[in-house]
Structure formats: C-alpha cells, structure tokens
C-alpha cells in the first residue's frame, strides 16, 4: 500500500451553530463546532455556486479560549485536514480537524 501524507483543505464561512466545549477522559478539549460556505467558483471556465456546511473540530489546550470567543454568525477561515468520523448510528462524515483558526 503506498502512503499518502497530504491531507490539509482551508475554509472559510460562518458558523452556523454554538461551538460545543468538550473534554475527552484523557484531559484533552474538543470544541466542536459547523462552519457553512458560500461563494461562487469558476469550473470549466464557468461559474459554480458553491455550498459547504461542515463539522470542525478543534482540538487541545486553545479550545476552551476559542468556546468564549467564537459566536453563531461569526466569520471564520479555518485550516487542517479531513478526517471519516461515524455517528452513534454508525453513519459516516467528514470532519475538519482545526489546526489554524482565524477571525475574519
């Protein structure tokens, strides 16, 4: 199997819903929170409307700062990589693991 290293995807929208503040059993914050994108891109020389809404989470000792600073209708540019997390119904979806988050 051949390794593939390059995982990383920016973003930038407007969250959607209340970032939710967690702490795994292993002392580690987890600020989940949903970032929606909309703008028009140029495909095959002609415009495309674009609609993103995705989950982001962001992990570590920065999260429980960002739950205080981070607002329903706030503007965000967000950098990471993908991941495959599965609900409790064992259902499948992309995740946007946060490794830079910027205020716009």
């Given at each position: 199997m051949v390794e593939l290293s390059f995982n990383q995807l920016e973003?930038?929208?407007?969250l959607t819903k209340p970032p939710q503040l967690t702490k795994s059993p292993a002392g580690i914050y987890h600020l989940r929170f949903v970032v929606e994108h909309r703008s028009e891109q140029v495909e095959a020389n002609l415009p495309r409307r674009?609609?993103?809404r995705l989950q982001v989470v962001l992990s570590g000792q920065d999260a429980p700062q960002w739950s205080k600073e981070l607002n329903v209708g706030q503007a965000v540019t967000v950098r990471g990589f993908l991941n495959r997390e599965e609900d409790k119904n064992g259902i499948g979806k992309l995740v946007l693991h946060a490794q830079q988050l910027v205020l716009i």
């Open positions: 973003l930038s929208g407007v674009s609609y993103v």
